[in-house]
């Protein structure tokens, strides 16, 4: 057993970020142990983890660091691999493969993917003079297809680990397991901040969101201008929003310019009053 745990810590000690990630998992108080695969020990899979973390509860997930430009494919048959085995995974993305923060940025599939997979954010880590931290990228969408508004997180800490299930419609479409390594509170934190991101990046287009109290006439008007049903999911609303917006934008309608703006911006306020309603992000 000693020698198996020597062998980890020798094979981790090979890569400084992998060994950084190890230690930075090994202090958070659900994880039993963080290693890395040692070559000729693990049953043969085509996607090695750099990292394994095993909670106390049982749960195992698997830390894949993307160092260049993905394809699609690749990133699912990752994920397959570890689902079949009941493993969660976690993909954590070099800092140079991912947009700066900036507003109306296209962003590749692979990162859109990403987004979608872990719920409105891609894992990544910056250098600072402390030395390396574990970092949230946050996609914002824009009216515009594969548009978004591009914030980072910087002070993320890790203060839960957990493995989800989680069933994809859009980009890496199929049933998952996860890794959550973001607690309650964190999440709630940035439900917020997303809120105050969407008023600090406006723009042409946008507007501060609207108070969350709001009549059952005025929201299910709201909802019958998106075109769905007042009891449709989040995930439904969001498509139907960026279904209608892609049809009306002025950049790409038919319409005059000015009869696309006032649909638009009639769209992004129906959208944000039923977000806000819910507490959606």
Not at 31 to 52: I, M, P
Not at 104 to 121: F, H, R, S, Y
């Given at each position: 057993m000693l020698e198996a745990s020597y062998a980890h810590e020798t094979v981790c000690t090979v890569n400084p970020l992998i060994a950084w990630l190890r230690q930075t998992f090994i202090l958070v108080p659900d994880?039993?142990?963080?290693?890395?695969?040692?070559?000729?020990?693990?049953?043969?899979?085509?996607?090695?983890?750099?990292?394994?973390v095993d909670t106390w509860m049982g749960a195992r997930l698997h830390v894949h660091l993307i160092r260049q430009t993905p394809k699609i494919r690749d990133l699912k048959a990752t994920l397959k691999d570890n689902t079949a085995r009941s493993v969660g995974t976690l993909f954590v993305v070099a800092p140079e493969l991912l947009p700066a923060p900036s507003q109306?940025?296209?962003?590749?599939?692979?990162?859109?993917?990403?987004?979608?997979?872990?719920?409105?954010?891609i894992y990544s880590y910056q250098f600072s003079d402390d030395g390396l931290r574990l970092i949230q990228v946050h996609l914002t969408p824009t009216p515009i297809a594969e548009h978004f508004d591009v914030w980072h997180m910087p002070d993320f800490t890790i203060e839960?680990?957990?493995?989800?299930?989680?069933?994809?419609?859009?980009?890496?479409?199929?049933?998952?397991?996860?890794?959550?390594?973001?607690?309650?509170?964190?999440?709630?934190?940035?439900?917020?901040?997303?809120?105050?991101?969407?008023?600090h990046y406006q723009s042409k287009y946008t507007h501060q969101p609207r108070s969350s109290a709001l009549p059952s006439d005025?929201?299910?008007?709201?909802?019958?201008?998106?075109?769905?049903?007042?009891?449709?999911?989040?995930?439904?609303?969001?498509?139907?929003?960026?279904?209608l917006a892609m049809r009306y934008h002025p950049d790409v309608s038919a319409l005059p310019r000015q009869e696309a703006e006032r649909l638009i911006k009639e769209l992004l306020e129906a959208y944000e009053a039923i977000k806000d309603h819910y507490g959606w992000s």
């Open positions: 994880v039993k142990q963080a290693f890395c695969e040692v070559e000729g020990h693990a049953v043969f899979q085509s996607h090695n983890a750099d990292l394994v109306g940025v296209k962003v590749e599939d692979w990162q859109e993917a990403l987004w979608w997979l872990n719920d409105g954010w839960s680990v957990a493995v989800r299930s989680r069933d994809l419609y859009q980009g890496l479409k199929g049933q998952w397991f996860v890794a959550d390594i973001a607690s309650v509170s964190y999440k709630r934190k940035i439900n917020q901040e997303r809120r105050n991101q969407r008023f005025r929201l299910a008007a709201y909802f019958d201008m998106l075109g769905v049903s007042p009891d449709a999911s989040e995930r439904d609303v969001k498509s139907a929003f960026r279904r």
